[in-house]
């Protein structure tokens, strides 16, 4: 959570977003944010304090995508996808389950790799196929293993609005 300039969540109390809040404006023209049952605001100057609310002051951050975004095909929010449900995976794999030309499907893996949207997993032991086979691990080897970046994340998320 990031706020708006000139507030600052004070130390006393560390107020979370699921606590009612109070303000207190400072000398330094700082507003501090409280819990509104914050002992230390009993103890104020109560003209100085003043009534808050989240939503006024979390500063809100709209995603605007970068200009790859519309070199984007199908195909490759169709894998995008499929990394998000299942994490870690590779080429093959991946063309298999979504009965896609697996040419295709190693293209959009190096073309969304280039683009920072996905990323290689380095050769480690991974665990397996998440929520198909519990605890089974397997040894990173013969297929180059891909997952979803952040900017892959945002990217899912601005295309499902």
């Known amino acids: 959570m990031k706020l708006k ?3 600052i969540l004070a130390k006393c109390c560390n107020p979370t977003e699921s606590d009612s809040i ?5 000398f330094d023209n700082i507003i501090k944010v409280h819990k509104a049952d914050c002992p230390n605001v009993n103890i104020t100057d109560q ?3 003043i009534t808050l ?5 979390i500063e809100t951050v709209i995603f605007v995508p970068e200009a790859d975004y519309n070199e984007l095909n199908e195909i ?18 991946v063309a298999a389950m979504l009965s896609v030309d697996k040419k295709a499907v190693f293209d959009s893996h190096k073309k969304l790799r280039g683009m920072n949207i996905l990323e290689r997993v380095e050769p480690l032991m ?13 040894k990173h080897r013969n297929h180059t293993y891909y997952n979803l970046t952040d900017k892959g994340k945002k990217y899912l998320e601005y295309s499902s609005k």
């Open 5 to 7: 300039e000139n507030y």
């Open 22 to 26: 109070i303000g207190y404006y400072s």
């Open 47 to 49: 003209a100085r304090l």
């Open 53 to 57: 609310d989240w939503l006024d002051i």
């Open 76 to 93: 490759d929010f169709l894998i995008m996808n499929h990394h998000k449900i299942y994490g870690v995976d590779y080429s093959l794999k």
């Open 126 to 138: 991974i665990q397996y196929r998440k929520g198909i086979a519990k605890n089974k691990w397997i």
